[in-house]
């Protein structure tokens, strides 16, 4: 009997006693019916699915078994962790997946990354600067990244900069890694 086979909606793998569908769903019968899992509330809010064959509460994390039966590790042994691409972690399609080291899944948070700065001008007014910027670790970059202005002053704008900064910054990471992995292991 084959542990892979191809459904209707999607690929179907079978692995910790459980079918496994790519777009993040699963079964505890071959044919379905196919859920979410079960909402957990775990530190991130994660969906879950109980472990049928250990012992206690022990969960298995949907993306996780997701991204391990259909995700390709273009860099096994440094990414160690499934990250969400599109940041909404109750998206657990495996289109939405990939494989990242710690310093890139944290890089690829949720969050504004905007600081917003008060400068006094000349005559005693008071301006507010949105500074769109990225950090990480020690690193910590601004829209000049990009060759674009380094502050706005419309924090919607400086946001929507910001969001491309992330991915850039991102990608332009992410890209690192997979060469300086690929150069080490020949």
Known sequence: MSDNYESVSGRVREAMGYFWRDDGTVSIKKYGPFTKGDYVITKGKYWCVGNKLAHGPYHLYMHRMICSLFCE?????????????????????????????????????????????????????????????????????????????????????????????KVAWFDNNYLKAIKSYNAAAN
């Open 73 to 165: 590790n273009p860099c096994p042994g440094f990414f160690d962790q499934c990250d969400h691409i599109d940041r909404d972690i109750q998206n657990n399609n495996c289109t939405n997946l990939r494989w990242v080291s710690h310093h890139l899944n944290h890089m690829n948070k949720k969050g504004k990354n905007v600081l917003r700065k008060r400068v006094r001008l000349p005559g005693g007014q008071y301006m507010t600067k949105y500074i769109p910027m990225v950090s990480s670790g020690t690193q910590r970059i601004n829209a000049d990244f990009l060759n674009l202005p380094v502050w706005y002053r419309d924090e919607k704008e400086a946001i929507e900069v910001a969001k491309e900064l």
